[in-house]
């Protein structure tokens, strides 16, 4: 029989989907299942989005530019300004979702056997594109008793080997929720130039903020980085378009483009109505994120509450996107996080968690953690949590 390739053998299980099938099984027998597994967000994506694809008058669906639509990348980037961001029309690449963005950016980037930095836990798909792209990953841990925060540069520095060409950051993170500090991006800022590396970081959850003195501090506006910032972007959770597949990579550095841009033109292109949304969703009043944003710090403050009444659980308080990691009063989530699904009910309702062992690529670390999302109305996170309080005593006596 063929075998498999080594590459295909390493690469990782979704921590997000692996557990699908045990929630379909759950569902058959009548339970319902409350998602907090997932970023698949509720709110209702803008109209004006959804009106462009269903009023677009096209006889042939033609390949568009493979830096996508020239219409789309000017509005962007003016978009991008209108937020304090000095990016150029030459600066984006559209991409199909932020994931292609990542993987442009790894593949222009680094070589196979090159290694790339990122604080963990992380989403979880990093370690899948460094899988597919050849690359090493080189963990640094931070900790939930810490938020969370930017580990100190000295344990990065540590790191730094021949092979080093990248540092990649979540702002804000995913899985964490943490929002890095504006001293936080200068100190990596100064790493990156004194070692000539790159600092990639994926933006995509920029506008979620939810605490009045904190503010979103991008690569793209560090004085002096042009040539080592790389920013990666995706309409997904901007505007509750994770089904469009349309995000972007956006550099300075002129010759991270060009090579960005042969991946691109070998792919051909980004999808065209999923581009024709993108650019009529950047018409989107401000009323719309204000509302979005509003309801989502309702939904924190209400999860991270209700967690907190929970005897063994500790939880880090996100300032930003829409997830958190909690430390459960358990061995191992992921074997606790199957059993919700495969044995548990609480009246005919359980829950789906992400355990988030595998959101670190460290061995054996986050084995009592799960990530939660906050993407449900607050009436069913507050039912959410009161399953899995039930869930946890159950478990634990059994």
Same mark, same amino acid.
């Given at each position: 029989?063929?075998?498999?390739?080594?590459?295909?053998?390493?690469?990782?299980?979704?921590?997000?989907?692996?557990?699908?099938?045990?929630?379909?099984?759950?569902?058959?027998?009548?339970?319902?299942?409350?998602?907090?597994?997932?970023?698949?967000?509720?709110?209702?994506?803008?109209?004006?989005?959804?009106?462009?694809?269903?009023?677009?008058?096209?006889?042939?669906?033609?390949?568009?530019?493979?830096?996508?639509?020239?219409?789309?990348?000017?509005?962007?980037?003016?978009?991008?300004?209108?937020?304090?961001?000095?990016?150029?029309?030459?600066?984006?690449?559209?991409?199909?979702?932020?994931?292609?963005?990542?993987?442009?950016?790894?593949?222009?980037?680094?070589?196979?056997?090159?290694?790339?930095?990122?604080?963990?836990?992380?989403?979880?798909?990093?370690?899948?594109?460094?899988?597919?792209?050849?690359?090493?990953?080189?963990?640094?841990?931070?900790?939930?008793?810490?938020?969370?925060?930017?580990?100190?540069?000295?344990?990065?520095?540590?790191?730094?080997?021949?092979?080093?060409?990248?540092?990649?950051?979540?702002?804000?993170?995913?899985?964490?929720?943490?929002?890095?500090?504006?001293?936080?991006?200068?100190?990596?800022?100064?790493?990156?130039?004194?070692?000539?590396?790159?600092?990639?970081?994926?933006?995509?959850?920029?506008?979620?903020?939810?605490?009045?003195?904190?503010?979103?501090?991008?690569?793209?506006?560090?004085?002096?980085?042009?040539?080592?910032?790389?920013?990666?972007?995706?309409?997904?959770?901007?505007?509750?378009?994770?089904?469009?597949?349309?995000?972007?990579?956006?550099?300075?550095?002129?010759?991270?483009?060009?090579?960005?841009?042969?991946?691109?033109?070998?792919?051909?292109?980004?999808?065209?109505?999923?581009?024709?949304?993108?650019?009529?969703?950047?018409? #989107? +009043?401000?009323?719309? /994120?204000?509302?979005?944003?509003?309801?989502?710090? &309702?939904?924190? *403050? %209400?999860?991270?509450?209700? $967690?907190?009444?929970?005897?063994?659980?500790?939880?880090? #308080? +996100?300032?930003?996107? /829409?997830?958190?990691?909690?430390?459960?009063?358990? &061995?191992?989530? *992921? %074997?606790?996080?199957?059993? $919700?699904?495969?044995?548990?009910?609480?009246?005919?309702? #359980?829950?789906?968690?992400?355990?988030?062992?595998?959101?670190?690529?460290?061995?054996?670390?986050?084995?009592?953690?799960?990530?939660?999302?906050?993407?449900?109305?607050?009436?069913?996170?507050?039912?959410?949590?009161?399953?899995?309080?039930?869930?946890?005593?159950?478990?634990?006596?059994?």
């Amino acid at each position: 029989m063929p075998k498999i390739s080594l590459k295909g053998q390493q690469m990782p299980e979704s921590p997000i989907r692996k557990l699908v099938p045990y929630a379909e099984i759950a569902k058959k027998k009548g339970n319902k299942v409350y998602h907090l597994n997932i970023g698949q967000p509720d709110i209702k994506t803008p109209e004006v989005a959804l009106n462009a694809v269903k009023n677009a008058n096209i006889e042939v669906l033609e390949y568009s530019h493979s830096a996508g639509f020239e219409s789309y990348r000017t509005k962007l980037s003016a978009y991008y300004k209108s937020h304090g961001l000095p990016i150029d029309v030459a600066d984006i690449i559209i991409t199909t979702g932020g994931s292609e963005a990542l993987l442009f950016a790894m593949g222009s980037t680094m070589d196979v056997g090159d290694e790339i930095i990122i604080p963990e836990p992380f989403y979880a798909n990093y370690n899948g594109f460094s899988t597919a792209s050849g690359v090493n990953v080189v963990p640094v841990i931070s900790t939930l008793d810490e938020g969370f925060a930017l580990p100190p540069i000295a344990a990065f520095e540590k790191l730094i080997t021949p092979r080093t060409k990248a540092i990649l950051i979540c702002n804000p993170g995913n899985p964490t929720g943490y929002l890095y500090s504006q001293d936080e991006i200068m100190q990596l800022a100064a790493l990156v130039k004194k070692h000539d590396l790159f600092l990639i970081a994926d933006e995509v959850y920029r506008e979620f903020i939810y605490d009045k003195n904190d503010r979103h501090h991008s690569v793209m506006n560090v004085g002096g980085l042009e040539e080592h910032a790389i920013m990666i972007d995706s309409v997904s959770k901007r505007y509750s378009m994770c089904g469009a597949r349309i995000g972007c990579i956006v550099s300075k550095n002129k010759e991270v483009m060009a090579t960005a841009m042969k991946f691109a033109q070998a792919r051909l292109s980004p999808p065209t109505y999923a581009q024709i949304a993108s650019e009529a969703a950047l018409e #989107t +009043p401000q009323s719309y /994120f204000d509302d979005v944003i509003a309801e989502y710090k &309702d939904r924190r *403050d %209400t999860l991270i509450t209700e $967690l907190q009444k929970i005897e063994g659980v500790k939880v880090a #308080t +996100p300032k930003g996107a /829409f997830y958190c990691i909690a430390q459960l009063p358990v &061995d191992n989530a *992921d %074997t606790f996080a199957q059993w $919700l699904l495969e044995s548990y009910d609480n009246n005919g309702e #359980t829950v789906m968690v992400a355990p988030a062992a595998g959101f670190y690529s460290s061995p054996n670390v986050g084995l009592n953690e799960v990530r939660i999302a906050y993407v449900l109305k607050k009436a069913d996170l507050v039912r959410s949590v009161a399953i899995l309080k039930e869930a946890l005593k159950a478990y634990n006596q059994k």
